[in-house]
Nanobody, 118 residues
Framework: QVQLVESGGGLVQPGGSLRLSCAASGSIASIYAMGWYRQAPGKQRELVAVITSANNTHYTDSSKGRFTISRDNAKNTVYLQIDDLKPEDTAVYSC????WGRGVPDYWGQGTQVTVSS
């Protein structure tokens, strides 16, 4: 069982930056992939970014350029850097872990709220 706890969300003005953190209860080194999803009000949850144990990263068309996913295995933590925040980035951002590479998350965090507003 892996527990994931996100932090770093908050209220930020358009154009600002945030770094979200996802701390795992155990080692993430052997977890196949870690990822971030987001869910905006009234919308379906969508993938933001994924990083594998080999440090390969994947972004969607909507997240390329402003989002950067990274991992620190020594701290068992995955990060999501978001730059040039826009109001449409307002959402609950959730961390997940695909332990075995099945393409489906096995574990989820509770999420952290990001609100972009002036």
């Amino acid at each position: 069982q892996v527990q994931l706890v996100e932090s770093g969300g908050g209220l930020v003005q358009p154009g600002g930056s945030l770094r979200l953190s996802c701390a795992a209860s155990g080692s993430i080194a052997s977890i196949y992939a870690m990822g971030w999803y987001r869910q905006a009000p009234g919308k379906q949850r969508e993938l933001v970014a994924v990083i594998t144990s080999a440090n390969n990263t994947h972004y969607t068309d909507s997240s390329k350029g402003r989002f950067t996913i990274s991992r620190d295995n020594a701290k068992n933590t995955v990060y999501l850097q978001i730059d040039d925040l826009k109001p449409e980035d307002t959402a609950v951002y959730s961390c997940c872990a695909d332990r075995w590479g099945r393409g489906v998350p096995d574990y989820w965090g509770q999420g952290t709220q990001v609100t972009v507003s002036s």
